[in-house]
């Protein structure tokens, strides 16, 4: 693909008014491009630069998955292990003795999340406090079987990682990969002092139809391993990329390192959605996603960036894809089209068959602390209701009467997806949210459909 291809790309992206900055850093063999447009801040306009730092987000989780799997291969963390043999806080309780390291790489750790769309959560967590909770925690699904994106199953890994070393999360993330690979990350609020740096992050605010550039939030020690505040440019996420999938020439990961970090994948339900709606993954492995195609990665976001790494072991294209607003499907689409460029035609991939039926399951699901999905509907219409929290939105999916799928989707949260499935050796009927799962907890013995706006929910990591 030629520069001036993925410089139209983004030019139409700005053009479009679907982020006031989009970069791309692509890597294939023999070719390496890096192609920027708009600018870097709403107030302070300056251009997209290669040293740009954007946030990492959950990419951390990917920093978290190779050092632990690291630690593995050299003995000094057993995957098959309960958590409780490494957190005594948690030994003798159901998550301690039922959850294991591998569940909590593979987000399959079946215990009831925690709504980090909470304030108080996001910004006032402590481990004093998790832990109390922790030793209660109910069980929604059986470890190990169904995947659910829990932000907390990462905080887990890092302390456990931090007793293990007697050192604390970011030096090992400097000892293990960012020394190694010559990588040099900021954190968002030094980045502020750094106009040479700094992207800012964007929200579109709909009165004047413009982005406005927001103020760094506070970060909370607590989701270091999970969520952290550390930025980097998209070269260094490309070497990154690069050496988790076995690439780069200096071997910073071992052998056993690089195919675990993808192995083991947990298949995800099909998710039904609109035009506007975030890919998801077909499946989830140690510490990466798998999505349609066979290409790998993670995704990052904050309230106002969202970034994509990704690598096709195929072409043995790296891409990094950011933009400075949260706005996912343009960011999916970018990659959708890049990545498309470099595959061979007539590829074929696990993920790429046609989609399912959507077949409902009216009742009352349980999620995260305190929220909960209410699925009614008819011979044409599905309707999801969630509610919880901060969260309240409502999500819509009309069906024709002829058949059972999808003709049009209506959301307030546009970037949102849904599907059913049955829970695996279970006589339970599972609901994906998203990222998110959700368990029936009550049939709906008569079924009705509810209508009327709602606000949209928060984003995902």
């Known amino acids: 693909m030629q520069s001036e291809t993925i410089h139209s790309l983004l030019a139409d992206v700005i053009r479009a008014g679907a982020a006031p900055g989009a970069a791309v850093y692509l890597s294939a063999p023999g070719e390496q491009i890096f192609a920027a447009a708009g600018t870097a801040s709403h107030d302070r306009p300056a251009p997209l630069e290669q040293n740009s730092r954007f946030q990492l987000g959950c990419i951390t989780k990917l920093l978290t998955a190779l050092v632990s799997l690291e630690f593995a291969s050299e003995t000094k963390l057993e995957l098959e292990a309960p958590i409780g043999r490494y957190l005594r806080e948690l030994e003798g309780t159901p998550v301690g003795e039922g959850v294991r390291i591998r569940h909590l790489l593979s987000h399959t750790s079946g215990y009831q999340g925690f709504n980090v769309a909470d304030p108080r959560v996001r910004f006032f967590s402590s481990w004093p406090k998790f832990i109390a909770t922790m030793r209660e925690r109910r ?59 700094f992207v800012a992050e964007h929200v579109f605010d709909a009165r004047t139809r413009t982005y406005a550039s927001l103020r760094p939030p506070p970060h909370c020690e607590f989701w270091d391993a999970s969520l952290s505040d550390l930025t980097m440019s998209l070269g260094d996420l490309a070497l990154l990329a690069s050496a988790a999938a076995g690439w780069d020439q200096q071997r910073v990961f071992s052998a056993a390192t690089v195919a675990q970090v993808r192995a083991g994948q947990t298949m995800l339900p099909y998710a039904h959605g609109g035009r506007q709606s975030e890919q998801m993954p077909v499946a989830f492995g140690l510490g990466l996603a798998e999505y349609s195609g066979a290409i790998f990665g993670h995704n990052g976001s904050a309230r106002g960036h969202t970034c994509a790494l990704r690598f096709d072991p195929e072409s043995r294209l790296v891409l990094l894809v950011a933009l400075n607003a ?4 343009v960011r999916d689409l970018l990659v959708a089209k890049i990545v498309e460029a470099y595959r061979q035609p007539g590829t074929a991939a696990r993920g790429e068959t046609a989609p399912p039926d959507l077949v409902p399951v009216p009742g009352l699901y349980a999620g995260a602390d305190g929220t909960s999905v209410e699925v009614s509907a008819d011979e044409r219409e599905v309707c999801c209701v969630m509610r919880g929290g901060a969260m309240n939105q409502e999500l819509r999916i009309l069906i024709s009467r002829n058949d059972r799928r999808p003709t049009a989707f209506q959301s307030s949260a546009a970037h949102a997806t849904v599907g059913f499935f049955t829970v695996p050796g279970a006589d339970s009927v599972g609901l994906m949210l998203g990222l998110n799962a959700f368990l029936r907890i009550e049939p709906a013995e008569e079924i009705s459909v509810s209508s009327g706006p709602s606000p949209a929910s928060p984003k995902q990591s």
């Open 139 to 197: 069980r929604l699904f059986t470890p190990g079987l169904v995947f659910s994106y829990e932000h907390t199953e990462y905080v887990l890994l890092g302390e456990i990682l931090k007793r293990i070393a007697d050192a604390p999360i970011y030096e090992l993330y400097r000892a293990r990969i960012f020394d190694p690979l010559g990588i040099r990350c900021g954190h968002i609020a030094s980045d502020a002092a750094d106009a040479s740096r």
């Open 326 to 329: 949260w706005r996912p499907h």
